[in-house]
């Protein structure tokens, strides 16, 4: 089963300059990827991601390797993607919640609590296995706390979802509180259940990122933004009987749905 958001009822009142510029910058840099061979691709991969037992000091990296500080891999690990699928992925997801969470914190702050939420995932994930030598790369825990910060913004919000299941393809209608739930849910389930040392999936980095955000958001909003915010549009709202209404020549029956 395929279940992947397309786009959410959260109107933007102004350009998400930073959004766009993060979803740009990863994709700059996954180009520049593209072009390495596979020894440098896997060298770039040590060099600046988060490899937990350089960041705790229990290894060290070859001199050839040493791009920058083991500190600041933190930060250079979530510009990197492992693949088209990861990079994708991670920009779909940051273009559909990023824009509200940006609008919320506006700009300059967005992108502190980007990297914040980003760096914040990455240590969660160190922290669980500090003596791994596996390089940990991608937006994901970022883009985890910009979720996590959605759902305390925009709960009741509208999120059009692609379901696809085995031949059955469907769009549906799923409040962000559901799918939000659903989602840290299932990254908290994987987490408990997989080790961490060991090459996959950072779980851990995801439920790390989430909470952050969730945190994150609530001390650097706007003065005047709120949080539990109503939904924009009434898609799950059943309209009222009003037979014998007429729109353009046709009649809208008691049952319909209004959008």
């Not at 609530?218 to 709202?237: E, I, K, N, Y």
């Amino acid at each position: 089963m395929l279940a992947l958001p397309l786009y959410d009822d959260n109107p933007t009142q102004r350009l998400p300059v930073v959004t766009a510029g993060l979803i740009a910058a990863c994709s700059i840099v996954f180009l520049w990827q593209l072009g390495l061979d596979d020894n440098a691709s896997e060298d770039a991969s040590f060099s600046y991601g988060m490899v937990p037992a350089v960041l705790f000091g229990y290894a060290e990296l070859p001199d050839r390797l040493r791009a920058v500080p083991a500190a600041a891999t933190l930060i250079t690990s979530m510009f990197l993607h492992g693949g088209v699928l990861h990079l994708l992925g991670n920009m779909l997801y940051l273009w559909i919640f990023g824009k509200g969470v940006e609008t919320a914190l506006g700009p300059s702050r967005f992108l502190v609590f980007y990297l914040l939420c980003g760096a914040a995932a990455a240590l969660t994930q160190a922290l669980t296995a500090p003596t791994a030598e596996v390089p940990m790369i991608g937006a994901s825990g970022a883009i985890a706390g910009t979720l996590g910060a959605y759902l305390i913004l925009h709960p009741r919000a509208n999120v059009v979802v692609l379901l696809w299941i085995i031949i059955f393809v469907r769009l549906i209608t799923v409040p962000a509180l559901v799918l939000l739930g659903i989602w840290f849910a299932l990254q908290l389930l994987s987490a408990l259940s997989m080790d961490p040392g060991e090459p996959g999936v950072a779980f851990w980095a995801h439920v790390g990122g989430f909470l952050v955000g969730m945190v994150l958001v609530l001390l650097l909003r706007q003065r005047g933004v709120a949080v539990m915010q109503p939904r924009r549009t009434q898609a799950f709202a059943v309209a009222p009987p009003r037979a014998g209404r007429r729109f353009g020549g046709g009649s809208v029956p008691p049952s319909g749905r209004w959008e």
